[in-house]
C-alpha cells in the first residue's frame, strides 16, 4: 500500500495483500483463466470466503488446496471455531493446535471486553424511542448522548465492538452499529473506515440497494479533491472496482451501473493501471447489455490497448469477431466462453445470456458483410436443424432491421445492401463531441482563471 490515509477497517488497511495458495496442477482447462487470486488481493478477507466457496463447489482446484486457502484466510479473523472445523476436515483429526486454542481464548477475553466498552451506546440504541430522538445535526446529538453519559469514548467503542463483530461473522450487527456509529462519529477519518466496514457488510448480508447507496458515497469520498495523494486515490479506486463486482451482477440495475462507473476515465484508467482482469466483467457486462451496445466501440479500444497485458476467452471472442472479422475463431473462442464464465463467481449466472447475445453479435455482423448466407451452414454452427434455424434468422433479421428475405427453396439468406443514413452517419461522427468540448471548455476556464493576473 501507498502513502496518504490509511484506512483501518477492513481490508484497505492491510500493508501486505491477501495472499493464498492454489498453486497445484489446474484441475480443468478452463483453470487458467480462473482470477479468485488476482481479485482476492483487493477484497476484505470476509469477501473473498465465498468465493473460495464457489471454486470448492465447482472443484476447480484440490480440495484440500482450497480448505488450506481458507484456514489462510481466517487466520486474521475472530472466526476461530470455523476454521477449527476446517482444520479438523482437511487433516482428519478431532484435535487442533494449540495456537487455535489458545486463539479462541483471546477473542472470548476480547469480546466480553468489547461489549462492556459499547454497552451503554448499545442500550441506549436499543431504545427506538431514543433513537427516534436524534437527528442529522452531529452536534446536537452529542448534547443528547451527554443527558444520557454517553461520551467520545463510547462512541469509539462501538466503532471497535462492529469491528469486532463483523471478524467473528456477525455482519448483521456489524452493519447496524456501523450505520450508527456513521451518524455519531465527528472524526472524517473513522467515519470513512466504518463506510467501507459497512459496505462489506452490506454485500455478506446481500443488501443489494443499501450496498449500492453505500457504494456511492464511497466513490463521492474517494473523487473529493485534496483528501487523498494521487496513489492513494488509485489504490481506493482499485478496491471499490473489485467490490463492487458483488454488487454490480446481484442488483437489477448493475449492468448498467458497471458500465457507467468502468467507462469513466478515472476507474478506467484505475482498470489499465492495476487491474486489467476487470476488463472481462466489463465486456460481458456489454455483450449482455442490449441498451448499451453503443459502448462497444469504446470497449474494443480498449481491449485492443491492453491485450498484450490481458486476454482471455471473452476479450478474445470481441476482438475476431469485430477487429479480425474471424468468424470461425469467434466460434472457437465463444465455446471456451461459455466454460469460462460457468467457473467465474460473479458471471455464472448469466453465461446463457451472454452465449445468445454473442451468437447475435456473429450473425448480426455476418449478415452485414455477406450478400448470401447458406442457412445449413448457420444451423450447423448453431447446433440446431435447418428448420429451427431458420426460424431463428427471421427473429435476427427483424430484431436487427436488417433489408433480407429468406429463400426457403434455396436454402439461402439473400442480404440487400445496407447504407447507413446521412443523420446515422451524423450523430456516429458527433456522439461524444458534445461532451468533449464541454470538458475542453471547463479544462480552459480553470486555468485561465488560475492564469489571469490580478488587477488594481
Known amino acids: 500500500a501507498g502513502g496518504g490515509i490509511v484506512v483501518p477497517f477492513p481490508r484497505p488497511s492491510t500493508a501486505r495483500p491477501l495472499r493464498f495458495h492454489l498453486k497445484s496442477i489446474m484441475a480443468s482447462p478452463t483453470s487458467q483463466y480462473e482470477l479468485t487470486q488476482k481479485i482476492g488481493p483487493y477484497l476484505d478477507r470476509h469477501l473473498v470466503f465465498p468465493l473460495l466457496e464457489f471454486i470448492q463447489l465447482k472443484k476447480t482446484f484440490p480440495e484440500n488446496e482450497v480448505l488450506q486457502a481458507k484456514i489462510e484466510l481466517l487466520q486474521k479473523t475472530n472466526m476461530v471455531d470455523f476454521a477449527m472445523d476446517i482444520y479438523k476436515n482437511l487433516n482428519n483429526t478431532e484435535e487442533v493446535p494449540k495456537d487455535m486454542t489458545d486463539r479462541r481464548t483471546e477473542v472470548v477475553k476480547k469480546l466480553k471486553s468489547s461489549q462492556e466498552g459499547a454497552l451503554p451506546l448499545v442500550q441506549f440504541l436499543s431504545n427506538a424511542n431514543l433513537v427516534k430522538q436524534l437527528r442529522q445535526d ?19 467503542a462501538l466503532f ?21 456509529y456513521r451518524t455519531l462519529s465527528t472524526s472524517n477519518e473513522k467515519g470513512f473506515s466504518a463506510l467501507w466496514g459497512k459496505f462489506a457488510a452490506d454485500i455478506l448480508m446481500q443488501d443489494w440497494e443499501t450496498a449500492l447507496e453505500d457504494m456511492a458515497r464511497l466513490k463521492d469520498v474517494i473523487d473529493a479533491k485534496n483528501i487523498f495523494t494521487p496513489l492513494n486515490q488509485l489504490q481506493q479506486r482499485v478496491w471499490l472496482l473489485h467490490w463492487s463486482l458483488f454488487v454490480f451482477f446481484n442488483h437489477e440495475n448493475g449492468r448498467n451501473a458497471i458500465i457507467d462507473l468502468f467507462f469513466q476515465d478515472k476507474y478506467m484508467n484505475a482498470i489499465q493501471t492495476n487491474a486489467h482482469h476487470l476488463l472481462r466483467y466489463l465486456a460481458v457486462a456489454v455483450v449482455i447489455n442490449k441498451r448499451r451496445r453503443n459502448m462497444l466501440k469504446d470497449l474494443i479500444r480498449v481491449i485492443q490497448q491492453e491485450s498484450y497485458t490481458y486476454s482471455d476467452p471473452i476479450t478474445e471472442f470481441l476482438e475476431c469477431l469485430f477487429v479480425r472479422y474471424d468468424f470461425e ?4 473462442k465463444l465455446r471456451e466462453c461459455e466454460a469460462v464464465l460457468k467457473e467465474d463467481f460473479f458471471l ?3 453465461w446463457e445470456e451472454f452465449v445468445e447475445n454473442a451468437r447475435l453479435f456473429i450473425f448480426e455482423t455476418y449478415c452485414r458483410i455477406h450478400q448470401c448466407i447458406d442457412i445449413k451452414m448457420l ?3 448453431l447446433n440446431m436443424d435447418q428448420e429451427a434455424a431458420e426460424l431463428w434468422i427471421v427473429k435476427l433479421i427483424r430484431s436487427a432491421k436488417l433489408q433480407a428475405k429468406i429463400d426457403s427453396k434455396a436454402g439461402t439468406v439473400i442480404m440487400g445492401v445496407q447504407h447507413a443514413g446521412i443523420y446515422e452517419n451524423i450523430i456516429e461522427k458527433t456522439r461524444t463531441l458534445s461532451f468533449r468540448t464541454y470538458e475542453l471548455s471547463s479544462v480552459m476556464m480553470r486555468h485561465s482563471t488560475f492564469a489571469e493576473p490580478a488587477r488594481v
Open 379 to 381: 444451423a450447423e454452427k
Open 138 to 156: 452531529k452536534a446536537y446529538n452529542l448534547q443528547f448522548l451527554a443527558e444520557h453519559k454517553i461520551g467520545y469514548e463510547q462512541i469509539e
Open 329 to 332: 475463431g469467434a466460434q472457437v
Open 348 to 350: 455464472n449466472t448469466v
Open 160 to 180: 471497535e465492538f462492529a469491528k469486532f463483530q463483523f471478524d467473528c461473522g456477525n455482519y448483521s450487527a456489524a452493519q447496524e452499529f456501523l450505520y450508527h
